[in-house]
């Protein structure tokens, strides 16, 4: 396959289509994966292409989500999607309670190798229970791996780790991130490993991380800041469990400060446990600030108005890291 | 007669704001996403019929028909869909958490079958407090395959709590044909298994929706306990704002289109009004809408105050954290 | 005959084995809970009876029956309750998240409801493997209650899955009736809801358990789709370890005694087996038990590596955070 | 009524019994809470004092909390039993899509009183999903006031508050203190008001911060380190969310180090939360290290003696102060 203008929704698609065809044992499960083509278009044709093997399942999600569970013990590897994060919640207790204990809670006799697709996020007036960004939810949970990717490329490279993987792996992808493009071969794309973060700007001054749609936000903030001379590092994460914590460490060693950016909101969230690790790693390196930006503390109006008031934007970012650098 | 009239008025005020709000979202005026429920009018129209303003109402998704059935506002109505501080809800609710207190009417919900517990907690509130009101539960095909369905029909039925739950069965979940996803194709089958009666009609006739919903409603308020009324619609449009439904067939929405509920009101009428009242009728009420819409254009938008304060209720001291 | 037979000799060990249970928790000298299922061991080994060795089987808090009479070493089981490396789940499941890989056995569970959609699962892919085996289910009455369960029997009827779902309804849960939280007594009336066959047995008689698990299993495996079967059935002691039973009469609990597994298979066997005959094999049963027991207490406690390792599969690179 | 010898279970019992006598509009809804008198005897006889307001549900966890929101949203004051902790999450979509957005999303026309009571934690060896203290998880939810009170006092004065309160709180036991005996006065109880920490013993060397079980386990790891001439400051929160900062704050400015101990897991714990308002807030008085004691990473495990290796014990506590302060 030559270098080709990709969407992210088509990345994923695609490696949805490449574990599919490599072994009869993955299937793919979720609501409206088939005619429909996936409530944000990602699944398109796959259920023609692997007929037997796309699934889509009845309104549902704590029982499909078991459904998967139990189809990982008896030696399929299932990839489900969730139509949007915030129904995960329906089938916390199957993840929280069941998946990411198989293996260590059955002393390693059984695996559970159950990827959860789900589409967070909201800049896009769906109002409170449509929009939320929820992976710090989950971000504690024992036995759960994390990926958040935010480039076409990331999400391929990603999903191939995710779906190779013996764990149960939330893969989150985002509402705004489905139609970005890029060109890219995928042929020549390796599997992203977990707990490896990408830095995405090298800068000397301040320290920038971030995932998901995060971190094109804070990548155009990075760079606005250039003209004012501020030489940030941004990292993007990709994977946020396992966390890449020697390339933060490194990076705040280096420039003494840090902002955390994240969609989610800012109490409890992963830049909480970033600033936490950092705090207790590189206090003695820490001659700026460290500031967190997220969501408010609020539930998520449908407004598209008072939401965009409540996300994160360019500007809040750009606003935390001149406070980080004390540069108010 | 009367009867008819009203739902006929109400059927089209119904009909003429979803259209509105579809053309709205044709041109990009409105955010988020939207679900019309143009073609089952007649179940909104024909349960609120059934209804005293005292009983709760629960509705899903697809709510508009069920709020303007029950009297709201539509300037209000358009007000929080466009995210207007003076919608119900501050236009923070938007069109899938819209509630109105003052009606009862306690959200439509945006996630499906998650008001179901909802109103048979209403029903749980009124058999204490030993109300006359009922709780009624307006959800989809769909929603009857969530867990939620069967614990709250169970725990209704165990308790004997005055709910009417009507599933306003269209034929699809999204794109998901229900006889896909069940094997029996009633959903009012499914009371059986709690002991609860249930009856099935013609979503498409207000009138026979009406009907049934009375006789159910009049049996749990004599303090018979809950039932399940099933009404067999359709859904004209896709599910939301973006679907090509690719699913079905053109004939299959044809067949549906013929026994359209303004259709078979205006037949019902036929004896009673003439053509032209019919068409006075119909522009008056697609006046009604435009005003309202206008209205609601002249509304003020959010500023910070709205989209932060009041998290939490009656506690002066909590000041969210976050970007502010 | 031999069939008895077998099923006598499980069922003692299973009844044996839960008598010692009980008497180590009574003397303290095991951790956590533990949930009895005497009195209802004719359905575990009725079940398994029906069974072949690849059939999965999942099960609920109340488990330990069901894992005897798939075969389960008690050695290994009292290892596992005594929180020993050499447990079947190296210690960390314990008596509600004890699975046997290879055994198929998909583990007990500590979630009520929890294993049902599991069960599906494991009923799925046999139905895509395209193999001969079907996937059984334990839960009690109790479950039945939970969205899981209604989730679960709705895909498995709407996919035609080989599922056999086995409902212990053992009058409570905990301490609730079954009639108090549900409006009719059988849980298998719920089956026709999905339009799934069923059928009640008497869950005192194993070889009654056997017969008609057999029959619904025969059933599922010529591709007809899952069943579910409901066994009337008590527990003799209380729910968990701490339960002083103030919710249910001795009259009751006599009652059922009159109709105990164990005295029932004796009398099936009594043309068969004489008295001493019987004598022998419940000793040997009770040696049998005393001995694993034994050689359990002799295996090592666990060290750092058995609480620590392995939260991953397979993800050599991985140090869990935390106190160490 | 005069002092007394009551346990901690008495204590949320009397407490129940007071908030159920003084309305008509105050329900108990939950598992086996009538004849059982509750999974841990909390509820005991009040189904006979309060016959119809006491209300034992099917296990429908996920339901009967909609059923709470529902009865909340029309005139009365719920208090659900969870009976584990760990069952919650078959109940988080009705608390996090619906019950914390209430009174926001529907613009202030709307309240939903609940109280939620459930017991967490460990030490028992129940294993897997009967153990864990799950606190963190809901933490970040915008809507949601949490509690975990430690004493026998502030378990009265905090339930007194929770269920007067207009707002869905969640309302954490812990099943080692039901047990617990104080001497006290009901009558002389006062409410316990949000957000505001309780200073169990005052100190100038280094600062603590737990609640629940775990601010017992500090309080022993404290006296104990006096011996060694350690001088700490222990804070014993009771609130949750809202968070006392201003007295962690004070306290860490003051003694320039931190040890947040809880029982939940380190990662997107709690400790990491106050770790980084700290770490924003006061960094140019630590001179300590900031150090975060909890559940290792892992599922707890059944097995009593490897559940006692991944909880946090005194002397893990001990340790950490002891490192905090960097005397190792
Ligand atoms: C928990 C949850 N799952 C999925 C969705 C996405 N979704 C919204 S409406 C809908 C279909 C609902 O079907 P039905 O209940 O039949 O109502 P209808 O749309 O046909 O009126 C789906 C899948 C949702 N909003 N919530
Ligand atoms: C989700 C969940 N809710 C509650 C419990 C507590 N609990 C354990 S067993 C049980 C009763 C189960 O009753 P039933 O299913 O009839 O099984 P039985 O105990 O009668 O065998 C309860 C309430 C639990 N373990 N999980
Ligand atoms: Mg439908
Ligand atoms: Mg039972």
């Given amino acids: ?328 | 007669m009367s009867d008819i009239l009203t739902l006929y008025k109400k059927t089209l005020k119904i009909r003429y704001f979803e259209e509105k709000i579809d053309w709205l979202f044709s041109r990009g005026r409105l955010g988020g996403t939207t679900h019309l429920c143009i073609g089952q009018e007649a179940v909104a129209v024909g349960v609120d019929n059934a209804l005293s303003p005292d009983d709760y109402v629960v509705s899903n998704h697809r709510g508009h028909g069920h709020l303007i059935a029950r009297g709201a506002d539509p300037a209000r109505l358009f007000a929080e869909l466009l995210g207007k501080p003076e919608g119900y809800c501050r236009g923070r609710g938007g069109t899938q958490h819209l509630s109105i207190a003052h009606l009862n009417f306690l959200g439509t919900n945006g996630i499906t079958g998650g008001g179901i517990p909802i109103a048979t907690g209403a029903g749980l509130s009124i058999k204490l407090s030993g109300e006359e009101r009922i709780s009624v539960c307006f959800f989809g095909d769909g929603a009857s395959n969530q867990g939620t369905f069967h614990e709250s029909l169970n725990m209704a039925s165990a308790w004997s709590l005055p709910v009417l739950y009507v599933c306003e069965n269209n034929v699809y979940a999204m794109s998901t044909r229900f006889s896909k996803v069940s094997r029996l194709t009633d959903v009012s089958a499914r009371a059986s298994a709690y002991g609860m009666p249930s009856a099935v009609v013609d979503g498409m006739d207000a009138v026979k929706v009406s009907d049934a919903a009375r006789m159910l409603a009049v049996r749990i308020r004599a303090g018979h306990g809950p039932a399940l009324l099933e009404a067999k619609t359709y859904r004209y449009c896709g599910h939301s704002k973006s679907d090509a439904r690719a699913y079905r067939s053109s004939d299959e929405e044809a067949l549906w289109r013929m026994r359209d509920p303004v259709l078979l009101l205006e037949k019902q009428l036929s004896g009673l009004l003439s053509a032209s009242e019919i068409e006075t009728l119909r522009s008056r009420a697609v006046s009604e809408i435009e005003d309202a819409y206008q209205s609601a254009m002249l509304m003020r938008e959010p500023g910070v105050h709205d989209a932060f304060e009041g998290v939490y209720a009656d506690t002066e001291s909590y000041v969210p954290q976050g970007n502010l």
């Fill in chain 1, 1 to 328: 396959m030559p270098t080709q203008n990709l969407t992210y929704r088509k990345a994923i698609y695609s490696a949805l289509d490449k574990v599919l065809s490599e072994s009869e044992k993955t299937v793919f499960l979720g609501e409206d994966i088939t005619e429909y083509g996936g409530a944000f278009g990602v699944s398109a044709d796959l259920h023609t292409r692997h007929p037997s093997r796309v699934i889509a399942t009845p309104i549902s999600e704590g029982g499909f989500m078991g459904v998967a569970v139990g189809m990982a013990m008896t030696g399929y590897r299932v990839v489900v999607e969730m139509m949007f994060m915030d129904f995960m919640t329906l089938a916390f207790d199957q993840i929280v309670n069941h998946a990411v204990n198989v293996h260590y809670m059955y002393g390693g006799q059984l695996t559970c190798p159950v990827v959860i697709r789900t589409p967070a996020g909201g800049y896009r007036g769906y109002g409170p229970s449509h929009s939320k960004a929820m992976e710090n939810m989950l971000f504690g949970v024992p036995g759960l791996k994390i990926m958040a990717p935010s480039t076409v490329q990331d999400a391929y490279g990603c999903l191939l780790t995710a779906v190779a993987d013996n764990n149960p792996v939330l893969f989150v992808e985002h509402k705004l991130l489905y139609s970005l493009e890029e060109a890219v071969d995928l042929a020549e794309i390796q599997p992203v490993p977990f707990g490896k973060a990408r830095i995405v700007r090298q800068g000397s001054d301040v320290t920038v991380v971030s995932h998901s749609y995060g971190a094109h936000l804070a990548q155009q903030a990075v760079m606005e800041l250039e003209d004012e001379g501020i030489d940030a590092e941004l990292i993007d994460l990709r994977s946020l469990k396992p966390l890449d914590i020697e390339t933060i460490v490194e990076s705040v060693t280096k420039t003494g400060s840090l902002v955390c950016v994240e969609e989610g909101n800012v109490t409890g969230g992963i830049g909480s446990e970033i600033t936490a690790i950092v705090a207790e790693r590189c206090l003695e390196y820490l001659d700026g600030r460290i500031i967190r930006v997220g969501r408010g503390d609020t539930p998520i109006p449908a407004s598209l108005a008072s939401e965009g008031l409540i996300l994160p934007d360019k500007d809040t970012i750009k606003a935390a890291i001149r406070k980080a650098l004390r540069r108010l």
